[in-house]
């Protein structure tokens, strides 16, 4: 069962989303905070396996909220719960480690298929709110083409097809797939690519992918 925590200023929200998730079998909502801080005081009394974490909240928001729990408690995993106008922030959050983001109004079935990507390793980033926070990231700095770092040079051309999908949001075996190679073998990409590229993580290549525009979206 996963252990799930739910982060949300707004009571109504709080109750309501873990009312629904608690009639899952596969999840147990095993408390609730009301900004970033809270939920990292609850989270290091209570362990939770994900913390749903809203971006927008008065005191400590979602950014500053991911932050302060990958920094204490680095296996936690975050999935942001966002909103059309919070684009701005969303890649703020992935960049502190959050694994992914929702929005707020999608079907409970789509938040729960989230968490257990998430819980198995994987990221989720839904690919047209991801393409329509790039568009809007680009016009903000004036800039229609994003110039990709030299050290993607380094990638052969199947890790930059590893790199493509993780920007996708697919997991190992997603990749795997669509690629005609063995779980294994994308295993290894993904790390030649996290280790040439410098970067921590899956979730921070995949971010990678889709700020520099390394997907098909």
Known sequence: MIRVMIVDDQPLVREGL???LGLRPEIEVI????????????????LPDIVLMDIRMPKVNGVEGTKLLKTNLPDVKVLILTTF???EHIFDAL????????????????????????Q????????????????????KSHNSLVEIPKSAEELSDRE??????????LNNKEIAN?????????????????QKLGLRDRTQAAIYAVRYGITTF
Do not use: C, W
């Open 18 to 20: 873990g009312t629904l």
């Open 120 to 139: 198995h390793g994987g990221v989720v980033l839904p690919k047209e709110f991801t393409s329509q926070v790039l568009t809007e990231l680009r016009m």
């Open 178 to 194: 669509a690629l005609f190679i063995t779980e294994g073998t994308v295993k290894n990409h993904v790390s030649s690519v996290i």
């Open 85 to 87: 106008n919070d684009s």
């Open 160 to 169: 930059m097809e590893v790199l493509t999908r993780l920007g996708e949001g």
């Open 95 to 118: 960049e502190e480690g959050a694994s992914g983001y929702l929005l707020k109004d999608m079907p409970t079935d789509t938040i729960v298929q989230a968490i257990l990507t998430v």
């Open 31 to 46: 408390g609730t905070a009301m900004d970033g801080k809270d939920a990292l005081d609850k989270a290091m009394e209570l």
